[in-house]
């Protein structure tokens, strides 16, 4: 069956920095997958979507690559901000499959 | 307005009670979904219906049965509860599957006692 790892439970860094979160699946490519924000109490937030035969998308700091070859994708958030902290969450939607990743508790200092 | 929203938001109860826990979208959407997010914060799917129709049943005990009254509601119905269903349960709804965007509801917290 599908996995989705993503890295580290948590990733401190310093405001103005680039957060980068990795997404790895095990089995097949998903035809999509979904990043979400997820803040304490409350439900996910959809962010971006890339498809399978996508290389990169952005959406204004956010930036998510995918990369078959690795099996992985990237997220990517220029420019950090406190306000930035929250789990981040990798989400297969494609082939049946509505697998989450563990997320990745993202903590921006000041 | 509350684009998906569940009830009730906390749930308290005691081992081998049954329960329901509703959710109702007013964003046009053909497909609703449950979640259930356990203590180490993992969200995995139960449940999916598209226009009234069950499309995905996970591996879920038969104490969990959803129910869709219509397109805009999604209860989920448990009996006979036990501990180790506590957990936070999130309801969600899409346009369609697969590519569209999922909405989430706030989350009903459940702790059985």
């Known amino acids: 069956s599908q996995k989705i790892e993503q890295n580290s439970e948590a990733l401190n860094i310093q405001e103005g920095k680039t957060a980068t979160l990795t997404c790895n699946y095990t089995n097949y490519s998903p035809a999509y997958l979904q990043w979400y924000r997820q803040d304490p109490g409350r439900g996910p937030v959809f962010l971006l979507l890339i498809r399978e035969n996508e290389k990169e998308k952005r959406k204004e700091r956010l930036k998510v690559t995918f990369d078959t070859t690795l099996k992985q994708s990237l997220f990517h958030i220029t420019a950090s901000q406190p306000a930035d902290s929250a789990t981040y969450l990798c989400?297969?939607?494609?082939?049946?499959?509505?697998?989450f990743g563990s997320g990745t508790r993202l903590q921006v200092q000041p | 307005d509350t684009a998906v929203s569940q009830t009730p938001k906390y749930l308290v109860t005691q081992m081998g009670n049954d329960k329901s826990i509703k959710c109702e979208q007013n964003l046009g959407h053909d497909t609703m979904y449950w979640y259930k997010q356990d203590s180490k914060k993992f969200l995995k799917i139960m449940f999916s219906y598209n226009n009234k129709e069950l499309i995905i049943n996970e591996t879920v005990p038969n104490r969990f049965s959803p129910k869709s009254p219509d397109k805009a509601h999604l209860n989920l119905h448990i009996n006979s509860l036990e501990l180790g269903d506590s957990a936070v349960y999130f309801c969600a709804s899409s346009l369609g599957t697969a590519e569209e965007t999922q909405y989430f509801g706030p989350g009903t917290r459940l702790l059985v006692l």
């Open positions: 989400f297969d939607t494609g082939r049946r499959a509505l697998t």
